[in-house]
């Protein structure tokens, strides 16, 4: 069998017209960044990178090194190249505009550099998200305004995970396409192409600890499901919850669920617990692009229109009938 690398993956799709130099440099980068991640993720306590960091985030939660080193290792491997105006992460508060050393470039790339940072000590899948938007148009010095796009405006979206293999899964909205890294080699091949979700789905994925503080619409739909074949169902479901976001949906893309991190009433004031733009848009691209759904319960997650660069939102993707009904449960209530 041909093995298809991603950069003959990338220059294919350039030649079809799908994405420009600019954005096929802007993955290579991005990948090569993932892998350096993937270096340090598997040294684990070898390399001494496991553990706290020592300093709170943006969000006032706990740094853990592998937080700060990933957020490093994709700035580094960016702010060089050209291809990018500026960055905003899941770590830092404020955007980081290419420094005037380097040529800017188009695009702008958001990022979760280490997602499911509580599994990082005891060896569980974490991953890193990212999310590509166009800087508008005529914008030579970029700020936070500038990155106000709702999650339709990505041009591309992507996510890896560091789990018994790397992955990285890609899409421009042309379907989306998972890549294997080949250690010896040090490259991704080509080994999910076309990834699709199944419209229905025997699985779901919640925190449950969290019931009590669910809304009504909620509580309705997972006790259904718990119900089983005893309840209005009538058939079983299975649940898994691996508390990174990245293995949960990798998960769903793989053999369909739905993933569910939805409003509650601790988290009311903070608008959910997963972040819009580092989380909640590059997902749900990527969703949509397979065929599932993205929603917040109440509006699709790509048309929500961001307030504020480190914005929290429910979120309910995968399987399209599942997140449908959800949807339907929350209109009723
Ligand atoms: P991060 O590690 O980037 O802060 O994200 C963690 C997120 C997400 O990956 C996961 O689905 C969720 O938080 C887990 O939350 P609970 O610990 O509340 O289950
Ligand atoms: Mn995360
Ligand atoms: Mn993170």
């Not at 709170?56 to 937080?67: C, H, I, P, T, W």
């Not at 903070?270 to 819009?276: P, S």
Request: include cysteine; charged fraction near 25%.
């Amino acid at each position: 069998m041909r093995r298809v690398t991603l950069t003959q993956f990338l220059i294919e799709q350039q030649r079809k017209g799908l994405m420009d130099a600019d954005l096929r440099l802007l993955m290579e980068v991005v990948a090569r960044a993932v892998k350096a991640i993937a270096v340090n993720v598997s040294k684990g306590a070898l390399a001494g990178v496991l553990g706290e960091a020592g300093s709170d985030n943006v969000q006032g939660e706990a740094q853990k090194k592998l937080d700060v080193i990933a957020n490093d290792i994709l700035i580094q491997a960016n702010e060089w190249g050209g291809h990018l105006a500026a960055m905003a992460s899941e770590e830092v508060e404020e955007i980081r505009p290419i420094s005037s050393d380097y040529p800017r470039g188009g695009f702008l790339l958001l990022f979760d550099p280490l997602d499911g940072s509580s599994n990082i000590d005891v060896n569980i899948s974490v991953g890193t998200i990212f999310s590509v938007l166009r800087c508008p148009e005529g914008v030579t010095a970029p700020t936070e305004a500038d990155f106000m796009q709702p999650g339709t405006a990505q041009v591309a979206a992507g996510y890896s995970v560091y789990g018994p293999s790397t992955q990285l899964i890609l899409t421009v909205g042309d379907g989306v396409h998972g890549f294997t890294l080949d250690r010896e080699m040090g490259s991704f091949i080509y080994t999910h192409p076309n990834m699709t979700i199944p419209e229905d789905t025997k699985e779901y994925a919640i925190n449950a600890s969290n019931a009590r503080y669910w809304e009504a619409p909620v509580q309705r739909y997972i006790g259904e499901l718990q119900a089983g074949k005893d309840g209005p169902r009538e058939r079983d479901f299975n649940m898994r919850w691996v508390a990174s976001m990245v293995a949960d949906v990798h998960r769903i893309l793989t053999r369909g669920g739905i993933f569910m991190y939805p409003m509650d009433s601790k988290m009311k004031d903070k608008g959910g617990k997963l972040r819009l733009m580092y989380e909640a848009n590059p997902m749900a691209m990527i969703v949509e692009a397979a065929g599932g759904a993205a929603s917040t319960g109440r509006e699709r997650i790509l048309d929500v229109q961001p307030t504020k660069l480190h914005q929290r939102v429910p979120v309910v993707l995968g399987s399209k009938n599942e997140v449908e009904r959800v949807v339907r449960y929350h209109l009723e209530a």
